[in-house]
């Protein structure tokens, strides 16, 4: 708990005598709630790994329940990333379930860091390498963590000198790491930083060479550091290749420059340009530096501008199972929405309610095209964002790619389209779906009006009209249904939208885009219903001017449920949002005192993006 705020938070851990003595079970709300997604097989591509550190970690992000500051730092570029690592200099690193949340999501692994420095490092390496016994069971503590916040692994950073003799103990444990990580969490993986060598010194090689390489040996790839060149780019790769593991050698990338090649910045694509040439992986480093250097001002346009100039050098995610729900939303706002209704007004942040992101980078509106595609606070569906599209007459119809990706499709689909238009238009946005079946493709336009079906441009084409038009406070629902015989064996590869002027005269388009749902035709909204909702009360210092309540609860389809909204209310008041969960408990805090008897609701959001209404929600009484 945060001790100022009396607030859930995640924390590391920095004695090594904590690591052999931890127990899980104490803080269940830093647990991660969802299992990785099912991305498309990308073996033979190098990867890419981002390394977050950023002010030392645990800022806004340790807060389990989210925070007040809409400005904190959020990622949203996950399409290009392979693996997230979660960084800082505490000795054990434990990713907030935020970000292993929002990875998960996006298909991304998540790791966390185990690191040794100085004085410090070098007695805490010389008491867990002391014996066989003793750095197996440092080593079983940290799987059972991995285990427990139900993270993807390890990064290993010794930066300390080594004892000569105790060399071949470090390898020995992290022989043990990586075994008893891939035992407990097959898809998970150690990664090396390149720091110590064979002697025991703390030596960088900036290479993958003779003195790293029994490390490199142990484990499922090395992290090298940032002052390499040309030619150790290319031993690196002979070394990787001669060990048949030409993409387990990740190439450090410093963006905040420190002797990596360009100078980081802006200017880090020629880094990872010469990286990609010997077609090594990549570990980007302090990818935050975006934030830390220009602020919060223009963060999006910025952070837009950096992944950018990196992105088709870094092959992208294709999800390959359905549902893909999203609303948009970057998990963050000015307010919070539910379905187009403000439910509060107070602003907010919380990466594990960020949703599936599309494809980057947007296009931002400017005096040469006036087209622009980009996420919007101010007019939103569901979360605190949504995605804008807009254009001038002259410059469309044009067509946005959204996703990529690879599902096979066994039956009909269902698919849902939420729009907000700014006035009554013929045109709007037509939803574009390619499939492809062995060498042939088509493509089905989806377009906005009952009565209206443009002929297809291409003979394989379909257009399909809604199926239903809803509409619900002031956005539009179109449904459509698309038969088994339309879609059935067919692979679907890519997911766009086309914005279309209304009539000639236009001088502008603007349309919103508030949830996206593909289902299979057959979806049926769970019966999800929560029990045995229970309130107790937390004993804080008598000084303290707050009351502290726990609110658990059981949840009969847990794993459908993306997060619960918590409400108060009473006989003066109407429903008032305190927040979110992403477990089956939630920490409420009341400020002053408790005499007024308030009723509690629990209200789940659905994966598929459903809500359950207020009126069926549970209850309980405080």
Not at 202 to 227: H, R, T
Not at 244 to 265: A, E, K, M, N, S
Not at 477 to 485: A, G, K, L, T
Not at 494 to 502: A, H, M, N, T
């Given at each position: 708990?945060?001790?100022?705020?009396?607030?859930?938070?995640?924390?590391?851990?920095?004695?090594?005598?904590?690591?052999?003595?931890?127990?899980?079970?104490?803080?269940?709300?830093?647990?991660?709630?969802?299992?990785?997604?099912?991305?498309?097989?990308?073996?033979?591509?190098?990867?890419?790994?981002?390394?977050?550190?950023?002010?030392?970690?645990?800022?806004?992000?340790?807060?389990?329940?989210?925070?007040?500051?809409?400005?904190?730092?959020?990622?949203?570029?996950?399409?290009?990333?392979?693996?997230?690592?979660?960084?800082?200099?505490?000795?054990?690193?434990?990713?907030?379930?935020?970000?292993?949340?929002?990875?998960?999501?996006?298909?991304?692994?998540?790791?966390?860091?185990?690191?040794?420095?100085?004085?410090?490092?070098?007695?805490?390496?010389?008491?867990?390498?002391?014996?066989?016994?003793?750095?197996?069971?440092?080593?079983?503590?940290?799987?059972?963590?991995?285990?427990?916040?139900?993270?993807?692994?390890?990064?290993?950073?010794?930066?300390?000198?080594?004892?000569?003799?105790?060399?071949?103990?470090?390898?020995?444990?992290?022989?043990?790491?990586?075994?008893?990580?891939?035992?407990?969490?097959?898809?998970?993986?150690?990664?090396?930083?390149?720091?110590?060598?064979?002697?025991?010194?703390?030596?960088?090689?900036?290479?993958?060479?003779?003195?790293?390489?029994?490390?490199?040996?142990?484990?499922?790839?090395?992290?090298?550091?940032?002052?390499?060149?040309?030619?150790?780019?290319?031993?690196?790769?002979?070394?990787?290749?001669?060990?048949?593991?030409?993409?387990?050698?990740?190439?450090?990338?410093?963006?905040?420059?420190?002797?990596?090649?360009?100078?980081?910045?802006?200017?880090?694509?020629?880094?990872?340009?010469?990286?990609?040439?010997?077609?090594?992986?990549?570990?980007?480093?302090?990818?935050?530096?975006?934030?830390?250097?220009?602020?919060?001002?223009?963060?999006?346009?910025?952070?837009?501008?950096?992944?950018?100039?990196?992105y088709d050098l870094c092959p992208y995610n294709k999800r390959t199972t359905l549902p893909l729900v999203t609303s948009f939303?970057?998990?963050?706002?000015?307010?919070?929405?539910?379905?187009?209704?403000?439910?509060?007004?107070?602003?907010?942040?919380?990466?594990?309610?960020?949703?599936?992101?599309?494809?980057?980078?947007?296009?931002?509106?400017?005096?040469?095209?006036?087209?622009?595609?980009?996420?919007?606070?101010?007019?939103?569906?569901?979360?605190?964002?949504?995605?804008?599209?807009?254009?001038?007459?002259?410059?469309?119809?044009?067509?946005?790619?959204?996703?990529?990706?690879?599902?096979?499709?066994?039956?009909?689909?269902?698919?849902?389209?939420?729009?907000?238009?700014?006035?009554?238009?013929?045109?709007?946005?037509?939803?574009?779906?390619?499939?492809?079946?062995?060498?042939?493709?088509?493509?089905?336009?989806?377009?906005?009006?009952?009565?209206?079906?443009?002929?297809?441009?291409?003979?394989?084409?379909?257009?399909?009209?809604?199926?239903?038009?809803?509409?619900?406070?002031?956005?539009?629902?179109?449904?459509?249904?698309?038969?088994?015989?339309?879609?059935?064996?067919?692979?679907?590869?890519?997911?766009?939208?086309?914005?279309?002027?209304?009539?000639?005269?236009?001088?502008?388009?603007?349309?919103?885009?508030?949830?996206?749902?593909?289902?299979?035709?057959?979806?049926?909204?769970?019966?999800?219903?929560?029990?045995?909702?229970?309130?107790?009360?937390?004993?804080?210092?008598?000084?303290?001017?707050?009351?502290?309540?726990?609110?658990?609860?059981?949840?009969?389809?847990?794993?459908?449920?993306?997060?619960?909204?918590?409400?108060?209310?009473s006989e003066s008041n109407n429903y008032q949002l305190c927040g979110h969960a992403s477990t089956e408990k939630y920490v409420?805090?009341?400020?002053?005192?408790?005499?007024?008897?308030?009723?509690?609701?629990?209200?789940?959001?659905?994966?598929?993006?459903?809500?359950?209404?207020?009126?069926?929600?549970s209850t309980c009484t405080i």
């Amino acid at each position: 708990m945060d001790e100022e705020r009396n607030v859930p938070v995640t924390k590391p851990i920095n004695e090594y005598e904590d690591v052999f003595a931890w127990e899980g079970g104490n803080d269940k709300l830093s647990i991660s709630k969802f299992p990785i997604a099912s991305i498309a097989d990308k073996r033979g591509l190098p990867k890419t790994l981002v390394c977050h550190d950023m002010n030392g970690g645990y800022l806004d992000d340790r807060f389990v329940q989210g925070s007040d500051n809409s400005d904190a730092y959020r990622f949203y570029h996950w399409e290009y990333l392979d693996i997230f690592v979660y960084f800082s200099h505490h000795l054990v690193t434990i990713p907030p379930p935020c970000w292993t949340n929002a990875g998960h999501r996006h298909g991304v692994k998540v790791l966390g860091t185990f690191i040794t420095e100085w004085k410090y490092g070098f007695e805490c390496c010389n008491v867990f390498l002391e014996t066989v016994e003793l750095y197996e069971r440092f080593a079983s503590k940290l799987v059972n963590i991995a285990e427990y916040y139900r993270f993807d692994g390890w990064l290993v950073n010794i930066e300390n000198v080594i004892e000569p003799s105790k060399v071949i103990d470090l390898k020995g444990f992290l022989t043990c790491l990586t075994r008893k990580m891939h035992e407990a969490i097959p898809s998970s993986l150690v990664i090396w930083y390149d720091s110590v060598v064979d002697t025991g010194h703390l030596d960088w090689q900036n290479e993958l060479n003779e003195k790293n390489s029994l490390f490199f040996d142990a484990c499922d790839g090395i992290y090298l550091n940032y002052n390499w060149t040309e030619n150790k780019l290319s031993k690196s790769k002979e070394r990787s290749l001669a060990a048949d593991r030409p993409f387990d050698v990740y190439v450090g990338i410093d963006v905040f420059g420190r002797g990596t090649p360009g100078d980081g910045g802006y200017n880090t694509r020629e880094a990872l340009d010469m990286v990609r040439q010997h077609e090594l992986s990549t570990a980007i480093f302090a990818q935050g530096w975006v934030y830390e250097t220009h602020g919060k001002e223009n963060f999006t346009i910025n952070e837009n501008r950096f992944w950018g100039d990196l992105y088709d050098l870094c092959p992208y995610n294709k999800r390959t199972t359905l549902p893909l729900v999203t609303s948009f939303c970057q998990g963050y706002g000015h307010k919070y929405y539910l379905q187009g209704l403000v439910k509060d007004e107070n602003p907010w942040s919380n990466l594990h309610m960020q949703q599936i992101q599309p494809h980057f980078p947007f296009i931002i509106p400017s005096s040469d095209n006036n087209i622009g595609v980009y996420i919007d606070m101010d007019t939103v569906y569901q979360g605190g964002t949504s995605l804008c599209v807009e254009g001038d007459p002259t410059y469309i119809p044009f067509t946005f790619s959204l996703f990529y990706t690879e599902i096979p499709l066994t039956s009909g689909i269902k698919v849902v389209l939420v729009t907000k238009e700014m006035e009554e238009q013929d045109g709007g946005i037509h939803l574009l779906l390619d499939l492809k079946q062995t060498r042939t493709q088509k493509q089905i336009v989806l377009t906005p009006q009952i009565h209206y079906s443009p002929p297809p441009s291409e003979e394989n084409n379909i257009s399909k009209q809604p199926d239903l038009i809803s509409e619900q406070n002031g956005w539009k629902s179109r449904i459509y249904i698309v038969p088994n015989n339309v879609v059935e064996d067919w692979t679907l590869i890519g997911i766009s939208i086309r914005c279309l002027s209304p009539t000639p005269q236009s001088t502008i388009n603007r349309f919103y885009v508030g949830q996206l749902k593909i289902l299979p035709s057959d979806h049926i909204v769970p019966n999800v219903e929560l029990t045995d909702l229970r309130v107790t009360r937390v004993d804080t210092s008598e000084e303290s001017e707050t009351v502290v309540y726990n609110i658990e609860w059981t949840c009969s389809q847990y794993n459908h449920v993306d997060y619960y909204n918590i409400y108060s209310s009473s006989e003066s008041n109407n429903y008032q949002l305190c927040g979110h969960a992403s477990t089956e408990k939630y920490v409420l805090v009341v400020n002053g005192p408790d005499d007024n008897s308030q009723t509690l609701t629990v209200q789940p959001v659905l994966l598929t993006g459903e809500v359950i209404a207020l009126q069926s929600c549970s209850t309980c009484t405080i």
